[in-house]
């Protein structure tokens, strides 16, 4: 597995692929693991991701520098990462007892009846680069702490990511074949989703590689939880603060280099305050300062990958033919590595490519409309149903039009963001399953009945 350092266009460093051997190696070793793993009391687990949380925050920047290096994130926000991963930890080290309390039921006189929640075995992790830690420990933190073992597919441009967590578990005094890092291709997936060991998958990616492993786990009849991607509205009504709006608003679509399925996608504007808010969003863009992702003032570093960008590219020339305006940006920038600089498009065509599809990359359009309802209606014209942001000052309108919104999740006068006291997750094609939160500790566990009379 070759690693290019995106902001150079150089080729880094060279992994060994493992083996089909080496897999199924790792799979006995995760049956061997999960046989004791799932005796030990929910506290004993606790206090070791209470101690992977701290390995996170002694080695954050030797792990940011990693992320950095194989993808692009700017290292403040690659350090922030390792940060709100260490929080993670701290979160299920403190709440996996409550959440996985047993449930009593109504029971008959005499009879007690109770759901005891159980973890069900080795789970396939199929991760992407883009948060190459947080999108790791936001399933293994949850999942392992229930009693299971994990086995991680990480993308192929992050190997060394994938090295360094299986590091944070083996440092914290995890038992070997808790967590195990497998560098292979994806169509090594199947196979691994097909063995009888393997008991679920999550996936975090593209729609495509969500309904590969969906259809493969639902031949073998696998849970799986699915967080695809997204196409989030950022409805901004004429009450809003335009001044916040704007420079929140330039931060959801543009932290992570535009690189995350939640980022503020569709910018929906009353036509009151469109004006405003387009003047006040292309100066709060036209600050960021775009540059060598190592360098602390950076605040967007380059794309992932060439092929990524071009792709993007693509999309906004497409719809520019189509007839969108550019307002900024637009051009790949010209300097080695993969840049892409911050781009604003208005007059968006109904239908063309940044209309309809995932922008995985810094580019925001901009729609102006008469009322709330046209709003609500553009914010719910996409097929996915991931998150929502709604600017307003009037907190009961901003609820009020949360309801209507078909999104997983909601949030007025903030961006869209993930915490792990708070369910994650999409609806449509954004995907199905919640991570973090109660919701998400209880995604991969057998919910057993036990009643005793
Ligand atoms: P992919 O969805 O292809 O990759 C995500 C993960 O899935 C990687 O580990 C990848 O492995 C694996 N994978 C890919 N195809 C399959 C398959 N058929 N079966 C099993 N596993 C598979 O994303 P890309 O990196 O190619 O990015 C493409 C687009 O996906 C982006 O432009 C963006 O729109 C979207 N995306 C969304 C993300 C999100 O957070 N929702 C994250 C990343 C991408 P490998 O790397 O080896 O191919």
Not at 15 to 43: K, M, Q
Not at 226 to 245: C, M, N, Q, R
Not at 261 to 271: D, G
């Amino acid at each position: 597995m070759d690693v290019v350092d995106p902001s150079t266009g150089t080729r880094i460093e060279t992994y060994e692929e493992h083996t089909e051997g080496d897999v199924t190696e790792a799979l006995d070793r995760a049956t061997e693991t999960f046989d004791d793993w799932r005796t030990r009391s929910v506290r004993d687990r606790e206090q070791l991701l209470a101690t992977a949380g701290e390995v996170l925050r002694d080695n954050k920047r030797e792990y940011a520098e990693t992320m950095t290096r194989e993808m692009g994130k700017p290292i403040t926000q690659a350090i922030a990462e390792v940060e709100k991963c260490a929080w993670v930890c701290d979160h299920y080290a403190e709440y996996a007892s409550t959440y996985l309390d047993s449930d009593p039921h109504p029971s008959p006189p005499g009879s007690t009846v109770e759901t005891e929640y159980e973890p069900l075995g080795p789970v396939l992790a199929v991760m992407p680069w883009n948060f190459p830690f947080w999108q790791v420990f936001r399933f293994a933190a949850p999942y392992l702490t229930a009693g299971n073992v994990g086995l991680l597919k990480h993308a192929s441009n992050v190997p060394g990511c994938a090295l360094a967590i299986e590091d944070v578990f083996r440092e914290a005094g995890y038992p070997e074949g808790v967590f195990q890092s497998l560098l292979i291709p994806s169509d090594l997936v199947d196979d691994i989703i097909a063995d009888d060991r393997v008991r679920g998958a999550t996936l975090t990616g593209s729609g495509p590689a969500g309904r590969a492993v969906a259809a493969t786990a639902g031949e073998h009849l696998k849970k799986t939880v699915l967080e695809l991607g997204g196409s989030d509205p950022f409805i901004v009504l004429d009450d809003a603060d335009i001044g916040s709006a704007a420079e929140t608003g330039a931060w959801a679509r543009n932290l992570n280099g535009g690189q995350s399925c939640i980022a503020a996608k569709r910018f929906i504007v009353h036509t009151d305050v469109y004006d405003d808010f387009l003047d006040a969003f292309v100066d709060e863009i036209d600050s960021f300062v775009v540059g060598d992702p190592m360098d602390e003032k950076t605040d967007i570093g380059p794309q992932a990958r060439q092929d990524l960008m071009e792709e993007l590219h693509e999309q906004v020339a497409e719809s520019v033919d189509a007839g969108a305006t550019v307002v900024t940006g637009g051009e790949p920038i010209d300097r080695e590595g993969v840049f892409y600089p911050p781009t604003i498009l208005t007059d968006i065509p109904e239908g063309c490519p940044v209309d309809s599809d995932e922008t995985f990359g810094p580019v925001a359009t901009v729609y102006e409309v008469a009322d709330e309802d046209e709003a609500v209606s553009k914010a719910n014209d996409t097929n996915f149903g991931l998150g929502a942001s709604i600017w307003t000052e009037n907190r009961d309108r901003g609820k009020r039009i949360a309801s209507r919104i078909d999104a997983g999740c909601v949030y007025v006068n903030q961006l869209v963001k993930s915490d792990p006291r708070a369910p994650f997750g999409g609806v449509k094609d954004s995907g199905y399953g919640r991570e973090l939160s109660e919701a998400g500790i209880k995604e991969f566990v057998n919910r057993k009945t036990v009643w005793v009379e």
